[in-house]
């Protein structure tokens, strides 16, 4: 008999509660993330070129081919050369919605759970021991949470270094899912 996704409510909410609370101590006490991003230099000419080309929010990258032909074509290759290359994200005009960010991440912290909790009662059925609930629970939530990190780095040209701290950080949030559903198996 498999374990519904509605009698792991407790589990679910637990662990969605401890990642939250994890991830906040990860970013605001530790301090290692603190120099994942650059600072960019000449940042005000750089921001006053870039507030004068009017780009609206959204997800660029440049230079950037309209097709694959273009792509191998001399005038790209010498945009390419000549640089910069970036890959960007423009954000609205505004400062940081922390409350907003929160509340979305906390959200998807329950999404994952939620999915960790349909895969462990799937594959578990009845009562189980702690250990055998933690170390699936805990693989299925490692990947939940660490499964899109090495792709930006290979893709976009992210940082191995900061890949490395958020699949670290998958581990531990992974770990902490792990106990709350194992400690909390019905």
Do not use: C
Request: aromatic share 12%; hydrophobic share 50%; net charge neutral.
């Amino acid at each position: 008999m498999t374990v519904g996704i509605a009698a792991l409510w407790l589990p679910i909410l637990l662990s969605a509660v401890i990642v939250f609370a994890a991830s906040s101590v990860i970013h605001m006490l530790l301090g290692y993330h603190n120099n994942d991003y650059q600072k960019v230099p000449n940042e005000d000419q750089a921001r006053d070129g870039l507030r004068a080309a009017g780009i609206p929010p959204g997800d660029y990258a440049m230079p950037r081919a309209d097709s694959m032909k273009e792509m191998s074509s001399p005038e790209m290759l010498k945009k390419y050369d000549e640089g910069p290359v970036v890959v960007m994200t423009v954000m609205p005009n505004a400062p940081m919605a922390m409350g907003k960010s929160l509340v979305l991440w906390f959200v998807y912290l329950l999404v994952a759970a939620v999915f960790v909790a349909y895969v462990a009662g799937r594959t578990l059925t009845g009562p189980q021991e702690y250990l055998t609930v933690f170390r699936l629970t805990s693989v299925v939530a490692f990947l939940t949470y660490a499964g899109a990190e090495a792709h930006a780095s290979i893709w976009w040209g992210r940082s191995w270094t900061t890949t490395a701290k958020n699949t670290f950080d998958a581990v531990i949030y992974g770990l902490l899912t792990g106990g709350a559903f194992a400690g909390f198996w019905p």
